[in-house]
C-alpha cells in the first residue's frame, strides 16, 4: 500500500508540473477540450514518473545488490599472494560504485526527466492528442527541470501529515516559501527584475528551480566573507535558471546582486531552523579525555 500511494503521489505532483510548464513555457503547448488537456497531462506525467521513479529504482537495486557483493568481498581474507591489481581490485570498485551513486540523481535531472517528457509528447502526438514541444535539447532539459522541481515541492506538501517525515518537510517547504517571497519581493521593488507570463507562477517556478541547488555550508574566521562568497554562488545559479529557462529578466549586476540578497535575507530564518535540527540530531561530542580514567589505569605487577 506504501508504494501505491508513493506511485499515486509522484504520478499527481508530476501532473501539476507538467501544467506549470505548459503554463510558464511557451514551447510546450496542450491545447485540445478540458478532457483533451487532462488526458496529455497524464500521459506526459505516467511517462515522466516511469523514467524518474521505475527507472532509477531498478538501477538502484542492481547497484545496491553490487555493493553488497562488494563488501562481503572487502570483509574476506584477502589474498596476499595477488598482484597489486588484483589485491586493490575491492576498493577501485567500491569508489566506482559510490561514484554512480553519486551521478544517478544528476542522471534523473538531465536525461531520464527530459526523456520522459519528450517520449508523452511523441506518444501523445501520436494517439491524436493537441500537444507539441518545440525547440531544441536546451528546452527540452528545461521542461524536465521544470516538471521535476515543482514535484519535488508538491511531494514535501505531501510528506507533512506524516509524522516521521513532517519535521524535515516543513523545513524543506519553508526554505521555498522564503525564497520565493525573496523572489517576489525584488520582483515588486526593483524595476530591473521582471517574471515572463503569470507572475506568481513563474516566480513560484525560478524558486523551485532554485532550491535544487545543492546546499553550501562555508564557515570562514573572517567575518562576512562566507556570506558574500555564498551570496556569490547563487548569483551565480539564479544567472543560470534565467539563461535556461527565460522566465526571469533582471537588467543588471548589481539588481541581480540585490535580488539574491533580498532571497538570501528571506531564508534566513529556514537556514537557523534548519542548522538547529542538525545541531540536535548530531549533538557535539565531548571532548577527548587525554588522561586514561583510573580505573583503567594499567596495573603494574608486584615482584
Same mark, same amino acid.
Given at each position: 500500500?506504501?508504494?501505491t500511494?508513493?506511485?499515486?503521489? &509522484?504520478? @499527481?505532483?508530476?501532473?501539476?508540473?507538467?501544467?506549470a510548464?505548459? &503554463?510558464?513555457?511557451?514551447?510546450?503547448?496542450? *491545447?485540445?477540450?478540458?478532457? &483533451?488537456?487532462?488526458? +496529455?497531462?497524464a500521459?506526459?506525467?505516467a511517462?515522466?514518473?516511469?523514467?524518474?521513479?521505475?527507472?532509477?529504482?531498478?538501477?538502484?537495486?542492481?547497484? =545496491?545488490?553490487?555493493?553488497?557483493?562488494?563488501?562481503?568481498?572487502?570483509?574476506?581474507?584477502? *589474498?596476499w /599472494?595477488?598482484s &597489486?591489481?588484483?589485491?586493490?581490485?575491492?576498493?577501485?570498485?567500491?569508489?566506482?560504485?559510490?561514484g554512480?551513486?553519486?551521478?544517478?540523481?544528476?542522471?534523473?535531472?538531465? @536525461?531520464?526527466?527530459?526523456?520522459?517528457?519528450?517520449?508523452?509528447?511523441?506518444? #501523445?502526438?501520436? $494517439?491524436?492528442? /493537441?500537444?507539441?514541444?518545440?525547440? #531544441?535539447?536546451?528546452?527540452? @532539459?528545461?521542461?524536465?527541470?521544470?516538471?521535476?522541481?515543482?514535484?519535488?515541492?508538491? $511531494?514535501?506538501?505531501?510528506?507533512?501529515?506524516?509524522?516521521?517525515?513532517?519535521?524535515?518537510?516543513?523545513? +524543506?517547504? +519553508?526554505?521555498?516559501l522564503?525564497?520565493w517571497?525573496?523572489?517576489?519581493?525584488?520582483?515588486?521593488? $526593483? *524595476?530591473s527584475?521582471?517574471?515572463? =507570463?503569470?507572475?506568481?507562477?513563474?516566480?513560484?517556478?525560478?524558486?523551485?528551480?532554485? /532550491? $535544487?541547488?545543492?546546499?553550501?555550508?562555508?564557515?570562514?574566521?573572517?567575518? #562576512?566573507?562566507?556570506?558574500?562568497?555564498?551570496?556569490? @554562488?547563487?548569483?551565480?545559479?539564479?544567472?543560470?535558471?534565467?539563461?535556461?529557462?527565460?522566465?526571469?529578466?533582471?537588467?543588471?549586476?548589481?539588481?541581480?546582486?540585490?535580488?539574491?540578497?533580498?532571497?538570501?535575507?528571506?531564508?534566513?530564518?529556514?537556514?537557523?531552523?534548519?542548522?538547529?535540527?542538525?545541531?540536535?540530531?548530531?549533538?557535539?561530542?565531548?571532548?577527548? *579525555?587525554?588522561?586514561?580514567?583510573?580505573?583503567?589505569?594499567?596495573?603494574?605487577?608486584?615482584?
Amino acid at each position: 500500500m506504501k508504494t501505491t500511494g508513493r506511485v499515486v503521489g &509522484e504520478l @499527481v505532483c508530476a501532473a501539476v508540473g507538467v501544467w506549470a510548464a505548459s &503554463e510558464v513555457m511557451v514551447p510546450l503547448r496542450i *491545447d485540445g477540450t478540458a478532457g &483533451e488537456r487532462a488526458e +496529455s497531462v497524464a500521459l506526459l506525467a505516467a511517462l515522466f514518473t516511469a523514467a524518474t521513479m521505475v527507472v532509477p529504482l531498478s538501477v538502484g537495486w542492481v547497484l =545496491g545488490r553490487a555493493v553488497a557483493r562488494n563488501r562481503r568481498r572487502m570483509a574476506q581474507e584477502p *589474498d596476499w /599472494d595477488a598482484s &597489486e591489481w588484483e589485491f586493490l581490485a575491492p576498493l577501485r570498485r567500491h569508489f566506482v560504485y559510490a561514484g554512480l551513486f553519486m551521478a544517478l540523481p544528476v542522471v534523473i535531472l538531465t @536525461v531520464l526527466g527530459p526523456l520522459g517528457v519528450w517520449a508523452g509528447v511523441e506518444l #501523445g502526438a501520436g $494517439l491524436g492528442l /493537441d500537444v507539441e514541444l518545440s525547440g #531544441g535539447l536546451k528546452v527540452l @532539459v528545461t521542461t524536465g527541470l521544470v516538471v521535476f522541481a515543482v514535484q519535488r515541492v508538491l $511531494l514535501r506538501v505531501l510528506a507533512v501529515p506524516f509524522k516521521g517525515r513532517r519535521s524535515e518537510a516543513l523545513l +524543506s517547504l +519553508s526554505g521555498f516559501l522564503l525564497c520565493w517571497a525573496g523572489l517576489a519581493l525584488a520582483a515588486v521593488w $526593483l *524595476d530591473s527584475v521582471e517574471a515572463t =507570463g503569470p507572475q506568481w507562477l513563474a516566480l513560484a517556478v525560478v524558486a523551485a528551480l532554485f /532550491d $535544487l541547488r545543492f546546499s553550501l555550508t562555508l564557515t570562514l574566521p573572517v567575518p #562576512g566573507v562566507a556570506s558574500l562568497i555564498l551570496v556569490s @554562488v547563487n548569483a551565480l545559479v539564479l544567472w543560470f535558471i534565467m539563461w535556461l529557462t527565460g522566465l526571469l529578466h533582471i537588467d543588471g549586476f548589481w539588481p541581480l546582486i540585490g535580488t539574491v540578497a533580498l532571497m538570501w535575507v528571506a531564508e534566513w530564518p529556514s537556514r537557523l531552523a534548519k542548522a538547529a535540527a542538525e545541531a540536535r540530531a548530531n549533538p557535539p561530542q565531548p571532548p577527548h *579525555d587525554p588522561f586514561w580514567p583510573e580505573h583503567h589505569l594499567p596495573q603494574t605487577p608486584l615482584y
